[in-house]
Nanobody, 123 residues
Framework: QVQVVESGGGFVQAGDSLRLTCVAS????????MAWFRQAPGKEREFVAT????????YYADSAKGRFTISRDANKNTVYLQMNGLKPEDTAVYYC????????????????WGQGTQVTVSS
C-alpha cells in the first residue's frame, strides 16, 4: 500500500523560510516524478514544483521560480521543498504527489497524494 506523508508546514512571517518534507512508501519511486501542489482557500489546486525520477530535471511554477527549490533523496523516497522569501499569497495547504506518467505539471498525472500540510504566511 502506497503512503505519502507530508510534514514541515507552519505559521511564519513574510520573508521567512520553511522546508517541507514528503516521505513516500509502499513501492519504488526512483523512476517516478514527485511533486508539490498547493491549494489556497477558495481556489483550485495548483502546481508548484516537480522533480523527475532517476536524477532528472526539476520544473517550477512561475510563482515558485527563484524562491522555492525542490530536491529529492532517492535512497529515502523523500522529496523536499525549500521555500524562501515566503509571501502571504503562499498561504495554502501543500500537497505532495507521485506521478506514474503524463504531464507532470498537471494534477491529473499524479496517482498518489498525501493529506497535505498547512503553510500560513502572515504579513
Amino acid at each position: 500500500q502506497v503512503q505519502v506523508v507530508e510534514s514541515g508546514g507552519g505559521f511564519v512571517q513574510a520573508g521567512d523560510s520553511l522546508r517541507l518534507t514528503c516521505v513516500a512508501s509502499g513501492r519504488s519511486f526512483v523512476g517516478l516524478a514527485m511533486a508539490w501542489f498547493r491549494q489556497a482557500p477558495g481556489k483550485e489546486r495548483e502546481f508548484v514544483a516537480t522533480k523527475m525520477g532517476n536524477g532528472g530535471a526539476a520544473y517550477y511554477a512561475d510563482s515558485a521560480k527563484g524562491r522555492f527549490t525542490i530536491s529529492r533523496d532517492a535512497n529515502k523516497n523523500t522529496v523536499y521543498l525549500q521555500m524562501n522569501g515566503l509571501k502571504p499569497e503562499d498561504t495554502a495547504v501543500y500537497y505532495c504527489a507521485v506521478a506514474l506518467g503524463g504531464d507532470v505539471t498537471r494534477s491529473g498525472a499524479y496517482d498518489y497524494w498525501g493529506q497535505g500540510t498547512q503553510v500560513t504566511v502572515s504579513s
